[in-house]
C-alpha cells in the first residue's frame, strides 16, 4: 500500500536522523537538505538508497539532483509510488 505524505515525511525524518544526525523534528517539508540540514552529497545518496528500500520506490541519480528539499523528495515518492 502506497504511504501517504505524512507517512514519507515521517520516514524520511528518520532517515535523515540515522544518516545525518538530524533531530526528526527538525525535517520539515520546506527544508533544503545541503543548506538547512548539512546533508552532504554522500549523505544524499545514503537518504536516497534508504528512501528506496523503504519506500519500495526508484530514484534514477538524474531525479536526485532535483530533490533540493525535503518537500520535494516527498513529492518526488508520491509520484514514484502510483
Excluded at 514519507?8 to 544526525?21: H, K, Q, T, Y
Excluded at 543548506?35 to 523503504?54: P, R
Amino acid at each position: 500500500m502506497a504511504a501517504t505524505k505524512e507517512e514519507i515525511l515521517s520516514g524520511l525524518a528518520d532517515i535523515v536522523n540515522e544518516i545525518a544526525g538530524i533531530p526528526t523534528e527538525d525535517v520539515e517539508l520546506d527544508k533544503s537538505f545541503t543548506d538547512d540540514l548539512d546533508v552532504d552529497s554522500l549523505s544524499m545518496v545514503e537518504v536516497v538508497v534508504a528512501a528506496e528500500e523503504q519506500f519500495s520506490v526508484k530514484i534514477p541519480d538524474d531525479d536526485v539532483k532535483n530533490l533540493k528539499t525535503v518537500g520535494d523528495a516527498v513529492d518526488y515518492i508520491l509520484k514514484a509510488q502510483s
